[in-house]
């Protein structure tokens, strides 16, 4: 797979499909690379620490892709590829000829993915695309946030990580389709169409009642209780999406009352009457810590969780049992901390991915592998 992505979503594709087994070659400008090796503070020893979250298990070759010399190189790289990513701007894949119709000259059966920010058919085409600036023009911003205060991106580039699992998956349909048909495909997914499809039961309800969406702070617009809650130590999120669980909360804090109250009994009651509920859940677990009450949600079978540092998430996953992070042996910073893939295959993916690598190292071993000497 060759990959001419930069930045996040892209890139973060490129990652999962490395996970999962495969070869990921990423084609980096001489001496820049991805501009994502340049994305800090933080550092860790040089690297940049943006960069190692989205690019382990990959191979860098330094590439000029300007340069009429780079053109035979690269001609043998695609023409042995399953698989090409690009998110380049609006028309400069081509002008460098490595467009779908120049590419699919070198190999016919070639799965061609684009990731673009806005999508090719709508204008203007040229529009360049962020994470940030997606999570305004998708409506996203608008509905993050406390009712009274401003609109608020969310805290992780989010629509990037869902552009880039889109991306994925289109990938991995269009190799299925190509192992029945024996034909290539290209695909391309836009920010601005993930981003949007992203916002599943929130877009439904503008599409079907026409009412705009509007800001809830942490609660829910269809389910109360649905949010954070301040203990007498630290935070807890309570979710009691139906009557049962109602009832079972309601059991746990010692509120007959709620329980009683006609008005509560339905969660389109709850609804309606969100900040009598809220007030009144809010008052009672002010009454105990926050590990207190989670051993009394749990055991009633209440969703409830603690509301956790970074930090405090990956230590907690580890000290149940499963570690969310694996170890890989980086060239230069050396025992490197990474986050683990999500998927579990069964069996497992027979190597653990190899470290973020450095800028252009695995030029010559690429080169070799295409019979050209360096």
């Known amino acids: 797979m060759v990959d001419f992505s930069r930045v996040l979503a892209g890139p973060y594709c490129t990652m999962v499909l490395a996970d999962l087994g495969a070869d990921v070659i990423k084609v980096e400008r001489p001496g820049v690379g991805d501009e994502t090796r340049s994305w800090g503070p933080p550092f860790a020893e040089g690297e940049a620490t943006y960069y190692l979250a989205v690019n382990r298990g990959k191979r860098s070759i330094e590439l000029d892709l300007s340069d009429p010399s780079s053109r035979p190189v690269l001609e043998r790289l695609l023409s042995s590829a399953d698989v090409v990513i690009e998110n380049f701007r609006a028309g400069v894949a081509d002008r460098l000829g490595l467009g779908y119709d120049a590419l699919r000259k070198l190999r016919a059966d070639l799965i061609y993915c684009s990731v673009t920010g806005f999508g090719s058919g709508r204008r203007p085409r040229d529009r360049p695309g962020y994470d940030f600036v997606l999570q305004a023009e998708s409506g996203l911003m608008s509905i993050t946030g406390e009712p009274d205060g401003p609109p608020m991106k969310v805290g992780v580039a989010l629509i990037d990580v869902l552009c880039g699992l889109q991306a994925a998956t289109g990938i991995l349909a269009a190799l299925q389709a190509r192992a029945q048909t024996g034909e290539g495909r290209r695909i391309e997914v836009s920010l601005l169409d993930s981003a949007l499809a992203g916002l599943v039961n929130v877009a439904q309800a503008v599409l079907s ?80 810590a926050a590990d207190e ?81 360096s």
Do not use: M
């Not at 389910?223 to 979710?239: H, N």
């Not at 009691?240 to 309601?250: E, H, I, Q, S, V």
């Not at 079978?301 to 694996?326: H, L, M, N, W």
């Open 293 to 373: 009450w989670l051993a009394s949600l749990q055991a009633r079978g209440v969703p409830a969780g603690k509301v956790r540092s970074v930090r405090d998430a990956f230590a907690a996953a580890a000290q149940a049992g499963e570690p969310a992070t694996i170890v890989a042996q980086h060239p230069s910073i050396g025992e490197l901390p990474l986050t683990r893939n999500p998927i579990r295959l069964f069996p497992p993916v027979a190597t653990e991915p190899s470290p973020p690598p450095l800028l252009g190292q695995h030029t010559a071993e690429i080169l070799r592998e295409l019979g050209i000497e």
């Open 209 to 288: 009642t026409g009412e705009e969406a509007r800001r809830y702070g942490n609660a829910h617009p269809s389910i109360v209780p649905y949010e954070p809650f301040e203990t007498a130590e630290g935070w807890i999120a309570v979710a009691a999406p139906n009557d049962g669980l109602w009832a079972a909360l309601c059991d746990v804090c010692g509120r007959p009352d709620l329980a009683a109250d006609e008005r509560l009994s339905t969660n389109a009651g709850r609804v309606e009457h969100r900040d009598e509920v809220a007030s009144a859940l809010a008052e009672t677990f002010r009454t105990r």
